[in-house]
């Protein structure tokens, strides 16, 4: 089934640690997007990538890197994990063409705990 | 700045009609966006609108006035799996999705 994987599905981690959360497309879109959701806020855009190659920063990018080495993948690393970055993240993908079908597709997102 | 407003929290009955409303204010306007979302999972996409007026999709419709900022959810028909939160969404001048926080729709029955 074509869709959007991540890993892992959940994760507690020490304060300090480096930490990779990994997200796959099939879909061959060529938008890639990294969210962070909060109880009580909205989805938050940390970093985006239009194409592969490229990336950009969203709303809350400090803490967080990303890399898009090919078009299927979009990993997002955390060099040194704080408590505050305790939150659900959630990958998207979406084709990106300026258009109605610039509609996202989430994965099923990773639970971290940052103790 | 940018600021997607809309209700934290509704109750509605199952077999009935609930309207989730929202209102935007992006810097520039690429189209309004619905997903849903069940507890513990991701935001599935339900509708788009970037004219004004009313798109219906079954139980589901869409309304968008772009001149008041505005844009509402209508659910019909109420079913007890329609529980979830309604996230609202504007594309703005860069094509990045700006979100509002949801809004939880409890059914009752």
């Known amino acids: 089934i074509a869709g959007i994987t991540q890993a892992p599905t959940s994760q507690i981690l020490a304060a300090g640690r480096r930490m990779t959360l990994r997200c796959t497309q099939d879909?061959?879109?060529?938008?890639m997007y990294w969210y962070r959701q909060d109880l009580g806020l909205g989805l938050r855009l940390i970093h985006y990538s239009n194409t592969a190659g490229t990336t950009g920063k969203g709303e809350v990018p400090d803490g967080y890197s990303v890399s898009r080495a090919n078009t299927d993948d979009f990993p997002l690393t955390l060099a040194s994990a704080v408590p505050s970055q305790t939150s659900v993240y959630f990958c998207?993908?979406?084709?990106?063409?300026?258009?109605?079908?610039?509609?996202?597709?989430f994965g099923p997102g990773t639970r971290l705990t940052v103790l | 700045g940018q600021n997607i407003d809309q209700p934290t929290e509704m109750t509605a009955t199952e077999g009935a009609i609930v309207q989730i409303n929202c209102t935007y204010q992006?810097?520039?306007?690429?189209?309004l966006f619905w997903y849903q979302q069940h507890a513990g999972e991701a935001p599935t996409f339900l509708s788009y609108?970037?004219l004004d007026g009313l798109e219906e999709k079954g139980r589901f419709s869409s309304f968008l006035s772009r001149s008041k900022g505005y844009s509402y959810l209508l659910l019909k028909e109420l079913q007890m799996k329609d529980s979830a939160s309604y996230l609202c969404?504007?594309?703005?001048?860069?094509?990045?999705?700006?979100w509002g926080a949801g809004t939880k729709l409890i059914i009752k029955p």
């Open positions: 992006t810097s520039g306007f690429n189209g």
């Open positions: 879909m061959r879109h060529n938008a």
């Open positions: 969404a504007s594309m703005d001048s860069n094509y990045q999705l700006i």
């Open positions: 998207a993908s979406s084709d990106a063409k300026g258009s109605g079908t610039d509609t996202q597709y």
């Open positions: 609108n970037v």
